[in-house]
């Protein structure tokens, strides 16, 4: 160990300029000095023709910039520009490690990984251009029993879609890599065709793509204004001239938060301090027959594969440890910066190179020739930014990249058809550039930063929460009364109780792949909404104000469903052109001409955007207001809820006198109040939309009003667990840009009948025609101490049929309960399938939705029951 430290220690006196010890950088790449004499002839598309008008204009030449123009160019658009400010591969693509693998945890994130692994592997091909691609498997190793359970759950989540993945155990483990010392692994997951690739090679083949499919690369070509037209397009100024472009897309790196700040954006992008070590030949290595599978050990917290005849290495370092670059958040990125590299640090990644010794014992007499350390860019969750930014027109962001080279290719591919289509070709607003709002300020970015780095191989529970930079500004009137009371959970800056604690409880954040310490007080908050009444904090909830002489029109052409009268409200959705969910709305019409649109909490301004740019190119005279910070609301539920709500006021709140899915503006306790006959549990219940000041008064006094009727708090894993008992679906769930309505059984909110023509209404026709290839089910599970989240494998008769979409227990019927996509022939009450949770097959059938009645629709079958008495 001696060795290698004095060797670490040697290297670490070096000096770190751009060009400095190229000879010893990753024997895969070529020197700064043979780039600068490759990249010579780019330097001449300044001398060519400048175009002043371009469709799109793409800023920033790494990767993931150059990818798009690639895509929309062999795409058929015509005018691609791409704007670099020094030279191609600059910033954080030319010294990365060029991992790429098929592996995500999320559910959509992989179609990106598939499309980028599946577009390196032809484009040398295509090209003429050598892009170096290795693909000799990766393979994620538990040490752990809590890692087994992870990669468990990971396979559940994995095998209803197209990636290859395998549990396997640790012979297969060290048949992959016969250089790990196998004592401490319990099993593996196993995913062919991962691998690395040369960035800068590749990044050099889809820039002769691009070109080669008609996109004009200028470099260098910094920015240095961008102005908006009154016709919705950019006036992009760089020292060169001038170029009025359709759109511009900032695909800036850790420029972002620059080229962002010319349009009076600080987008929360912060460069961290990234280090890899690379070996010379290490004789081990230079023997083997063939290339060693990547590794990834996830309790050590680095990645390991092979580099030539050699070992590179990148830990992650624990958040106390790294290294974030802030002072670029508050000076910039110093000028002339791109090809150069930070002071490394042994000290930090110590640890990881120690546990990396004991897991590859090669490693411990191994000569290192580089330590590599340099900026990449992190966004507070840890997933980029990709999309239209809402608040100006046409400019899209590609920022925020943490593993910029493995998400290129399928990201290019993604906006590029987003772009040349008008609709994103599936989900992906986890990567929402909207996602983050003016609560997301530089403290909260530094923390959260922090935080994901260090996070960055922790076990990736269900539910998971984290909680460095919280709370942000954003909190409910009631907040401060809540805090202490229960666990609270983050959506869209704010924090909304998940269960409350009663004395005896087991407290805290105790995430678990199976039921855990909050399983059987949210059993008791569903108790308490089904036989007294509860209170719920739904400030989170987005709220736009929508009025003006065009209104009617525009939520007519936006919206499937009819439009509520004067003082109702019903549920709407907003569907693409080609029939998919975009978003679901509650709309009340308050007055004649103004509306009040409540959508969830994370799709605040991923739903604004959609509604502005429709009024916007569609010429309706509106006015429309996001005053989600302003109202707090307040949810009240439960067979006693009318009762209390009775005691603070004179109206009446009877069935007769205030009927479901009625809107009233009435006092309570004195305080105006807007009260809407509507609750996401089924049960009899009341929204109410207040002033955030007068929030915790109206609180408190319906607390104390409720004394005599048992009221009490409760969470949204009870509203989850009771919404799905009375078959309520879920945005982003059930429906989202990957589903359309009608097989998702809301064929009752979509009026194909009505006359306006609202967009996605021939689709659906369209649809309906042809019949549908899947339907939502309702399915109940004989499950033991674990329950379906969703997004979990649904089989039948050995095979792959289908996937849930979200699960609960249901402590009505006292089983789990899941919604779930499956074929038509499966669909019928009875049908009997088998869904796997955490590597098991659990029994499921599919049975009669809902499992409980609505308290709408039971009050009414009493009325008709009484009524034939």
């Known amino acids: 160990m001696s060795r290698i430290l004095n060797l670490l220690r040697v290297q670490l006196r070096r000096d770190v300029s751009a060009c400095r010890g190229t000879a010893r950088v990753p024997l895969r790449t070529i020197s700064c000095t043979t780039r600068k004499h490759a990249e010579s002839d780019e330097s001449l598309v300044l001398g060519k023709r400048w175009k002043d008008t371009a469709d799109t204009v793409i800023i920033g030449g790494g990767c993931v910039g150059v990818s798009l123009a690639y895509h929309l160019a062999k795409g058929g658009v015509k005018d691609v520009v791409l704007l670099e400010k020094s030279e191609l591969t600059a910033g954080s693509t030319w010294h990365a490690a060029g991992l790429t693998t098929y592996y995500h945890p999320g559910i959509n994130l992989k179609n990106v990984h598939s499309d980028s692994i599946k577009l390196y592997e032809t484009l040398e091909a295509e090209t003429g251009q050598a892009v170096g691609f290795h693909q000799p498997g990766s393979v994620r190793i538990a040490s752990t029993a809590a890692r087994v359970d992870e990669m468990r759950y990971q396979m559940t989540r994995t095998h209803w879609h197209v990636t290859e993945q395998y549990f396997i155990g640790p012979e297969k483990v060290h048949e992959l890599f016969p250089l790990l010392n196998i004592d401490k692994v319990l099993a593996g997951l196993w995913t062919p065709g991962d691998g690395h690739i040369d960035p800068y090679s590749l990044t050099m083949a889809l820039a002769a793509g691009a070109r080669m499919y008609g996109a004009q690369i200028y470099n260098p070509a910094p920015v240095t204004a961008l102005t908006p037209t009154a016709d919705g397009k950019w006036d992009v100024q760089t020292p060169h001239g001038t170029i009025r472009a359709n759109r511009i897309v900032n695909a800036s790196g850790f420029w972002a938060r620059e080229v962002g700040q010319l349009i009076g954006f600080d987008h929360p992008t912060i460069p961290v301090h990234h280090q890899y070590i690379v070996t010379a030949t290490v004789p081990e290595v230079k023997d083997l027959k063939k290339e060693l599978a990547v590794i990834r050990d996830l309790e050590g917290s680095y990645y390991l594969r092979q580099e030539r005849d050699g070992l590179l290495f990148g830990p992650y370092e624990n958040m106390e440890k790294m290294v974030v670059q802030d002072s670029w958040v508050r000076d910039g990125v110093p000028p002339g910066f791109g090809k150069e590299l930070f002071e490394s640090d042994l000290d930090r990644i110590m640890e990881h190179v120690e546990m990396a010794?004991?897991?590859?014992?090669?490693?411990?007499?191994?000569?290192?020739?580089?330590?590599?350390?340099?900026?990449?860019?992190?966004?507070?969750?840890?997933?980029?930014?990709?999309?239209?930014?809402?608040?100006?027109?046409?400019?899209?962001?590609?920022?925020?990249?943490?593993?910029?080279?493995?998400?290129?290719g399928g990201i290019g591919k993604f906006l590029s058809d987003w772009i040349r289509n008008g609709e994103p070709p599936y989900d992906l607003i986890e990567c929402d550039p909207n996602r983050y709002g003016k609560w997301a300020d530089v403290p909260f970015m530094l923390a959260k930063a922090r935080e994901s780095y260090g996070f960055n191989n922790v076990v990736g529970y269900p539910k998971e929460e984290r909680f460095a930079g919280r709370p942000t500004s954003r909190k409910s009137g009631v907040y401060d009364l809540l805090k202490d009371n229960g666990s609270m959970g983050f959506h869209a800056g704010w924090e909304q109780p998940h269960w409350f604690y009663q004395p005896g409880d087991d407290t805290g954040y105790k995430p678990s792949f199976r039921r855990t310490n909050w399983f059987e007080p949210v059993g008791r908050e569903c108790k308490l909404v089904m036989e007294k009444v509860g209170v719920i904090d739904l400030t989170p909830f987005a709220k736009f104000i929508v009025k003006g002489e065009d209104s009617l029109k525009l939520l007519d052409r936006l919206f499937a469903n009819t439009m509520p009268k004067v003082g109702s409200t019903n549920v709407s959705h907003m569907l693409t052109a080609t029939g998919r969910v975009f978003?679901?709305?509650?709309?009340?019409?308050?007055?004649p001409g103004e509306f009040l649109l409540i959508t969830g909490s994370g799709s605040e301004l991923h739903d604004l955007r959609w509604i502005e740019k429709e009024a916007t190119e569609g010429g309706f005279k509106v006015d429309i207001s996001n005053v989600t910070e302003d109202i707090g609301v307040l949810g009240i539920a439960g067979p006693n809820s009318r009762k209390v709500l009775q005691k603070l006021t004179d109206e009446d709140m009877s069935d007769a006198g205030f009927k479901f899915l009625q809107c009233k503006l009435i006092e309570l306790a004195g305080i105006p109040v807007r009260a809407i006959r509507i609750s996401y549990t089924g049960e009899l219940g009341w929204e109410l939309y207040i002033d955030q000041k007068s929030m915790a008064a109206v609180y408190q006094a319906m607390m104390e009003a409720g004394k005599d009727e048992g009221i009490d708090n409760f969470g949204t894993y009870a509203m989850s667990s009771l919404r799905l008992e009375k078959g309520f679906r879920g945005w982003g769930a059930e429906m989202n840009c990957d589903t359309n309505p009608l097989e998702a059984g809301l064929d009752y909110f979509i009026k194909l009948n009505k006359p306006a023509d609202f967009i996605g209404k021939a689709a659906l026709q369209e649809i309906k025609a042809k019949g549908l290839k899947r339907k939502l089910s309702y399915i109940s599970l004989d499950t033991d101490n674990i329950d379906p989240e969703g997004n979990e494998t649904v089989w039948y008769n050995g095979k792959v049929v289908g996937n849930t979409t979200s699960g609960a227990y249901s402590y009505s019927s006292q089983q789990s309960l899941a919604f779930a996509y499956l074929p038509p022939d499966l669909c019928s009450v009875g049908q009997k399938v088998e869904v796997e949770l955490l590597g098991k097959k659990y029994p499921a059938m599919v049975i009669q939705e809902p499992l409980v009645l609505t308290e709408p629709t039971r009050t009414r079958l009493q009325k008709k029951a009484k009524g034939k008495a």
């Not at 840890?382 to 290129?408: D, E, K, Q, R, S």
């Not at 978003?583 to 007055?591: K, S």
């Open 357 to 408: 010794m004991e897991m590859v014992p090669v490693l411990k007499k191994a000569d290192i020739i580089n330590i590599v350390s340099g900026p990449i860019t992190y966004t507070p969750d840890l997933l980029p930014m990709v999309g239209p930014h809402h608040g100006v027109p046409n400019y899209w962001t590609a920022i925020g990249f943490g593993y910029g080279v493995i998400h290129a």
């Open 583 to 591: 978003a679901e709305v509650t709309i009340t019409q308050l007055a």
